[in-house]
């Protein structure tokens, strides 16, 4: 069974930094390319940020330069780690992959950033 479970997230002052963590059980993170999504309130659930099985990341043009994703094999964990928040960067944070043709998706960590 696979298990994506965010955390991480809160509320941060414009300008601030918060770290997102998608713990993973059931898959192979050496392998499975990992995204994370972000709804905003009202709004459709838009990509944020990727990283391929090879390393490789893309990111949204809103977030590149502020926002890095990674992965740590040892803990079977994503981040995402978000520099020089924007009150427009709030919403709900989404990790997702496909594994086994089937997509899986997290219950979400909520971001607020206050102007």
């Known amino acids: 069974q696979v298990r994506l479970e965010e955390s991480g997230g809160g509320l941060v002052q414009a300008g601030g930094s918060l770290r997102l963590s998608c713990r993973t059980s059931?898959?192979?993170?050496?392998?499975?390319?990992m995204n994370w999504y972000r709804q905003a309130p009202g709004k459709q659930r838009d990509l944020v940020a990727g990283?391929?099985?090879?390393?490789?990341?893309n990111y949204a043009d809103s977030v590149k330069g502020r926002f890095t994703i990674s992965r740590d094999w040892a803990w079977n964990t994503v981040f995402l780690q978000m520099n020089s928040l924007k009150p427009e960067d709030t919403g709900d944070y989404y990790c997702?992959?496909?594994?086994?043709?089937?997509?899986?998706w997290g219950r979400g960590t909520q971001v607020t950033v206050s102007s």
């Open positions: 059931g898959i192979n993170l050496k392998i499975a390319r």
């Open positions: 990283i391929s099985s090879d390393g490789r990341t």
């Open positions: 997702q992959t496909t594994w086994k043709s089937l997509d899986w």
